[in-house]
């Protein structure tokens, strides 16, 4: 299993999530261009001494990400309709995240294999984006082993 975070805006969100990835297995792939730099202090400090141990890779664009990428893209999105939890994930998955602001541009919702949604009560916004990425990928991995 891999996450994906399209174009990350927070540093703290992005390294949580490399040091969710570098602790359960899966390798992070980030687009660029991300709102800081991956040596960022706050990026080392959220991710502790766990960047080291995640399997990093940049990319230019989502079209690099999606052409070098093998297995399906799942796309989490307030936009989506089907639960997260009803959903098949498979080995080859890699669970995308957008911006934290504004999720990913209509194209690239588009050109994602899949699309999932974490319902929340009414009258909320969304939950954090590294929150988000580690509920649904515990259940990916749940359905897994």
Known sequence: MDICLYEPEIAQNAGTIARLCACMGGNLHIIEPASFVISDSKFKRAGMDYISKANLTLHDSFYDFKNKYNGRIILLDTKATTIYHDFQFQ????????????????????????????PMNPGVRSLNVAISVAIVFSEALRQLR
């Open 91 to 118: 080995n080859t998955d890699c669970i995308i995240a957008g911006r934290e602001s504004s999720g990913v541009p209509e194209d690239v919702f588009q050109m994602c294999d899949e699309k999932v949604i974490i």
